[in-house]
């Protein structure tokens, strides 16, 4: 069997990726940037299983100067290829902030997933008024919401614990 | 040497500061509820395995067993690189 009889035998992969997109962006440009996921994985001989659209959110940090980003959500099958071209055409696209591919991890059903098809469904840009308002703490990154398990084990385990966490 | 008196009292102290400092065992939580799945996606199951800086909690702190504090690595790294968790509060 030649190497690329091999690859071809392969089962195709799914794939989840996440794009983040600029918090300004327009319905139009976003709809641009689903169509030409959706093209490329197409040429690709893959298939999109999934897209959802997470819509407007506040980030851990800011990327670019921003502070939110809309946050799109894409399954796919298809080979490393497709995975690789996809990346490539997110880099060339300025309204992606951030992108991230991972493999799905575990057995699955690919004969199933490939009944499913995704359509791309418009993202809809929030009007001014839904903005939700922050506190100064939330402005400032210093929320990190109710008391965390990690801190309670941590006052609890005082007798355990050294002066800095980072000591290994 | 100490005298009787003494070391009875010594170890009935010695016991007590034992058992107020000795940390309560708990199973690792993923061990123990199999329906808890680690996921990147899933920020608000992560934030409890970061410390408020936004480190990653040892598992001699947090329980976990050595194979999902190896897969909860891996996530909360991915969960930062989209920005769903901090790498720092101090930026």
Known sequence: ?168 | MNTGADSVRGDSLKGERDAFRRPRRRGCPFCNDGAVVIDYKDPGMLRYFISDRGKIVPRRVSGVCAKHQRELTLNIKRARVIALLPFTTNY
């Open chain 1, 1 to 168: 069997m030649t190497v690329s009889a091999a690859a071809a035998a392969q089962p195709p992969r799914l794939y989840e990726a996440i794009y983040i997109l600029r918090p300004d962006v327009s319905r139009e440009a976003a709809q641009k940037v689903s169509s030409r996921v959706q093209e490329v994985v197409q040429k690709g001989n893959g298939q999109l299983t999934l897209v959802e659209h997470w819509g407007r959110r506040l980030m851990a940090y800011d990327i670019e100067h921003n502070k939110r980003g809309v946050y799109v959500y894409v399954n796919y099958l298809g080979d490393g290829a497709l995975v690789a071209e996809l990346e490539r055409n997110f880099r060339m696209l300025d309204e992606v902030m951030r992108f991230q591919t991972v493999k799905v991890a575990g057995d699955l059903d690919v004969a199933a997933l490939k009944d499913q098809t995704a359509t791309v469904d418009a993202y809809e840009p929030p009007t001014g008024d839904e903005e939700e308002e922050l506190t100064l703490e939330q402005e400032l990154g210093l929320v990190q919401g109710p008391r965390t398990l990690s801190a309670r084990v941590m006052d609890d385990d005082d007798g355990m614990m050294d002066d800095d966490e980072d000591d290994e």
